[in-house]
């Protein structure tokens, strides 16, 4: 293009005159491009420079970064038909010869294909009247463009028809004398290589076949008419016997000869066609044959329309081949009329209507009985009926005439816009005696062409509500403008004019100083990246304000990837910003409390000593809502409620430590409600306030001086209110929401926690009482007896003293030995209770007290090999030790053994224990209801980092292994 505007481009001055009226334009048509569906261009005719939006490129298939702005590359991908419209219509509007600069032409998109595009420019002059710049957008029009040309081919194929029909419908002529004519105008309107018409008939042996009878190839395609490959041919035997299923139904054949199966493929391709459509021609309702479209030269698809008119052709080839059978002329043409979605309406030379179908019915409303015999100068509006009767004599006169544009009114009175052919109807004597007009609905078209002149009217409007401001700048520290829009007024207050030209202030004058150098470095940062950027920083208005803005933009390169100028987009985002920062502040506030409320929590929880957790609770609730005073009070049944602590300036002797529900209202509401109760103000005349006070009055004598308001919140478990936790403050209103949200939150940890250690309380007191009854058992089962036993052997020796003293030996001697037995099983059991020699001695002696209690105690065969634990720590020695005792009490009360091996040791740093029997064994992985022995022993080792593995089977004994680091 540079050559081509060489000689417009030298009359210009090498000045460049500002005009901010356009300059605004271009820079808002660019910000709105992602709310258009157009790409805009710039073409500075002074310097010869280009620019094409991103969007304007992407239409091509291009990235930004793929496409030079330049006016060669534009020009390189214009289309060789189109760029003498194309750049004459540029170069005519520049040098004043046009009055816009307005065309259509094709551009190649990246994949190859051309894309039609409808493009537009304004020019903006000098004060002297030079061109200075051209400023455009093009919009991508392919989809109509190939709306229209199908509608060209569908007219240029229904004009085939008419012609068809002429010839075919002709008195005393056969359709056979003008077939191939018929052929040829087919083939040129339908733009393919190859037509031709195949009959079908059964052979002698009862088959369906056909034979070609008639054909119309382009210059360069082999016939095949003379073929006989192509006569008599079977198309079961073709490989074709899908195609009869299809056909025989009615149905077009239409297909790309590539996508067809392997056994159609072959045939097909040897015959040259790439594409091809066959249409079935029916005559009396019967299939008789087909009329069929190759394309040679390259693939196509047909469309719709195309496929309408195609087989509006092979519907009046049928009704000319039924008009050699027996006078249905009339019937047949009936059928094709009929066959179509096209208003086709038969006339006289007066306008008087002979034939009606069904498409006109549909288009205007009118039956076929209201209408026939009836002039159609009644559907036209009054001022088209000239135009009527000027195709009608233009027609009559042998003129021939495309398709042209007009109205009719439908009989609901609406108008419908349409596009009309005419043939005319001409006697035995080839007199005009009527004419047929075939008619269709282009409605959608007009408010297809109305939409987009109102988007064009959208787009001038949000143009002129843009909101922010645009710019052009130098790329300098000072960001002198080049161009400014007029939103820099609202923006900044100053007139996007004074910015420009002024000396006084700069753009970088506005930007706050701590901002400055960051917006300078981020905007080289993209510029060196080749990229835009976007960020936000602080600028002062005319008036001393200060706004937050986000700017959008980025560096305009000339073809020397030079950076001539920055171009981008300011916008006031001052509300945004502050929304954020209040959002963070409240974001923080919370995250704040929450971990106040968690780490209070976290202190609470390590507490399991009730009346020790109750105290914690209230001294950590200061941190968590300031307070006065704190209780905590439990539900202890459904009307009582018992106070379990205090903090605070009363006395503890003057406190109610139980009361009934009657008695204290604004605390039962809490507890009812399951929410927390707020009394802003105690001595105010609300229910609650009232029922403090009487409250009060019955404690105290009266509302204390230090409490002006007062919250409690219930303490839930499970689902379930178990008490409360109140605090009053000295101050009125001193609680609020929030503070409500946060006091529930940590009395819900509370709650947890007062429960666990009322749960551990209870869980100690069992455990005594159990290890009571235990201890009990083993004195009943061997001390006791073993009392008893001496006892009866002391009476024996003293009997036998007075009557034979030599046999008192054997009493007595029995009476040391149980002596001894019961003081070796008291020993055992003060032994388990507190294991002495585990902490004096170590776990070697308290393990061999153990295993010495076992052989005395149940008699068993034991095999005991230790080593010395030195150095274990003492957790690890008891764990060992707990884990032993565990494992021989499990084999004396459950494996019935005769013989246990027990072996302490040292292997890689860690002590190991093994214990095995000789026992019954069992399932290890079966579950034993009641115990928990096994358990017990994997938590203490897992504890300690340690693991427990236990080998047994039914009548195979048992062997435990444990290992814990030392």
Same mark, same amino acid.
């Given at each position: ?247 025989? $139904?009615?149905? +077009?054949? @239409?297909?790309?000869?590539?996508? #067809?199966? !392997?056994?159609?493929?072959?045939? %097909?391709? &040897? =015959? ?104 159609? $100068?009644?559907? +036209?509006? @009054?001022?088209?009926?000239?135009? #009527?009767? !000027?195709?009608?004599?233009?027609? %009559?006169? &042998? =003129? ?109 004058? @506005? ?456």
């Amino acid at each position: 293009m540079k050559k081509t505007f060489e000689s417009t481009a030298t009359e210009v001055v090498p000045t460049v005159a500002r005009d901010d009226e356009l300059r605004a334009r271009i820079e808002l048509l660019e910000l709105v491009i992602r709310a258009t569906d157009e790409g805009l261009w710039d073409w500075n005719i002074v310097t010869d420079e280009a620019y094409f939006s991103p969007r304007w490129k992407a239409m091509l298939g291009y990235a930004d970064e793929e496409f030079r702005n330049s006016t060669d590359e534009w020009q390189q991908r214009v289309h060789p038909d189109d760029v003498d419209v194309a750049v004459g219509a540029i170069r005519g509007y520049v040098a004043g010869e046009r009055d816009n600069c307005e065309n259509t032409h094709r551009l190649r998109h990246k994949d190859g294909s051309y894309r039609w595009m409808y493009t537009r420019g304004i020019l903006t002059r000098d004060s002297e009247g030079r061109p200075l710049r051209l400023v455009g957008s093009h919009a991508d029009i392919t989809s109509r463009k190939q709306a229209e040309e199908d509608l060209k081919r569908r007219d240029a194929i229904l004009e085939a028809v008419r012609f068809a029909a002429e010839r075919f419908l002709r008195a005393g002529t056969s359709w056979e004398e003008s077939i191939q004519d018929v052929l040829e105008r087919l083939a040129r309107a339908t733009r393919v290589s190859r037509t031709y018409v195949f009959e079908n008939y059964v052979g002698d042996d009862g088959e369906l076949r056909n034979t070609i009878t008639h054909e119309w190839v382009a210059p360069g395609v082999v016939p095949r008419i003379d073929n006989p490959t192509y006569r008599k041919v079977s198309l079961k035997n073709a490989g074709r016997a899908r195609w009869i299923d299809v056909l025989e $139904r009615g149905e +077009m054949m @239409l297909s790309h000869v590539r996508s #067809l199966p !392997d056994s159609e493929r072959s045939r %097909t391709e &040897g =015959e040259g066609a790439l594409s091809f459509a066959i249409v079935p021609i029916f005559v009396e309702g019967a299939w008789w044959g087909v009329i069929g479209f190759d394309e040679s030269a390259h693939e196509r698809d047909f469309s719709a329309p195309e496929q309408d008119a195609l087989k509006a052709a092979a519907d009046l080839m049928g009704a000319a081949i039924g008009r050699m059978r027996v006078e249905e002329r009339s019937v047949r043409l009936a059928a094709i009329v009929e066959s179509t979605h096209d208003a086709i309406v038969g006339m006289l030379r007066n306008g008087t209507i002979t034939s009606w179908n069904r498409g006109a019915e549909d288009l205007y409303g009118y039956t076929a009985q209201e209408m026939i015999g009836h002039s159609i $100068r009644p559907l +036209m509006p @009054l001022e088209e009926l000239p135009r #009527l009767r !000027d195709v009608l004599i233009r027609l %009559t006169a &042998g =003129e021939r005439l495309d398709h042209f544009e007009t109205q009719f009114i439908r009989k609901d009175k609406t108008h419908v816009a349409v596009s009309m052919s005419f043939s005319l109807v001409r006697d035995r004597e080839g007199e005009v005696t009527g004419a047929s007009a075939i008619a269709r609905d282009i409605s959608e078209q007009k408010r297809a062409e109305a939409e987009l002149r109102e988007s064009q009217r959208s787009l001038s409007t949000l143009l002129s509500n843009l909101p922010g401001m645009a710019y052009r700048c130098l790329n300098r520290p000072d960001w002198p403008m080049d161009f400014i829009s007029e939103g820099a007024l609202d923006l900044t207050g100053y007139g996007a004019a004074g910015l420009v030209a002024s000396t006084r202030v700069s753009y970088a004058d @506005l930007i706050h100083p701590e901002d400055r150098e960051r917006v300078w470095r981020d905007v080289q940062d993209a510029i060196d990246l080749d990229q835009p950027f976007r960020m936000n920083y602080r600028i002062a208005t005319a008036d001393g304000a200060e706004k937050w803005v986000l700017e959008q933009g980025r560096g305009v390169s000339d073809e020397r990837n030079q950076i001539q100028a920055i171009e981008g987009i300011v916008i006031d985002v001052t509300d945004r910003v502050q929304a954020r920062q209040e959002l963070e502040q409240r974001v923080e506030e919370r995250t704040h409390e929450l971990a106040t409320v968690l780490n209070v929590s976290s202190s609470i929880a390590s507490t399991l000593e009730l009346e020790t957790l109750l105290g914690v609770v209230l001294e950590q609730f200061e941190q968590v809502v300031p307070h006065t005073a704190a209780s905590i009070s439990f539900l202890e049944n459904e009307m009582t409620l018992r106070l379990l602590d205090y903090r605070g300036p009363m006395d503890q002797a003057d406190l109610v430590w139980v009361w009934p529900s009657h008695e204290n209202e604004h605390s039962w509401e809490v507890i009812r409600s399951g929410k927390p109760v707020i009394i802003p103000d105690v001595r105010a005349e609300t229910p609650l306030a009232q029922a403090f006070q009487r409250k009060a009055v019955y404690d105290t004598g009266g509302v204390p001086i230090y409490i002006s308001s007062w919250m409690g919140v219930p303490l839930i478990f499970r689902d379930k209110v178990i008490g409360l936790l109140a605090v009053d403050s000295s101050d009125i209103d001193a609680y609020t929401s929030r503070d409500a949200e946060l006091a529930l939150a940590f009395a819900t940890h509370a709650a947890v926690a007062i429960e666990n250690a009322r749960l551990y309380e209870q869980a100690q007191g069992k455990a005594a009482l159990e290890e009571r009854h235990r201890l009990a058992r083993e004195l009943h089962d061997s001390v006791s007896q073993a009392l008893f036993g001496i006892g009866l052997g002391a009476r024996t020796a003293r009997t036998l003293l007075d009557s034979d003293p030599g046999k008192a030996v054997a009493p007595i001697e029995y009476v040391l030995s149980l002596a001894e037995a019961g003081l070796t099983e008291m020993r055992a059991l003060i032994f388990e209770l507190r294991p002495e020699a585990l902490e004096q001695e170590g776990l070697v002696a308290a393990l061999e007290k153990q295993v010495a209690t076992l052989r005395t105690r149940h008699g068993l065969e034991v095999i005991a090999e230790f080593e010395h634990s030195a150095g274990a720590a003492n957790s690890v020695e008891e764990a060992v030790y707990r884990i032993a005792q565990e494992a021989l009490n499990n084999i004396t009360k459950h494996a019935q053994a005769s013989k246990v091996h027990v072996r302490l040791g040292r292997e890689r740093g860690r002590i190991v224990l093994s214990v095995a029997d000789n026992g019954t064994g069992f399932d290890p992985s079966a579950l034993y209801s009641g115990h928990l022995g096994l358990k017990s022993m994997r938590e203490r080792a897992e504890r300690l980092g340690g693991s427990l593995q236990i080998e047994s089977a039914p009548g195979t004994g048992s062997r435990l292994e444990m290992a814990i680091p030392a």
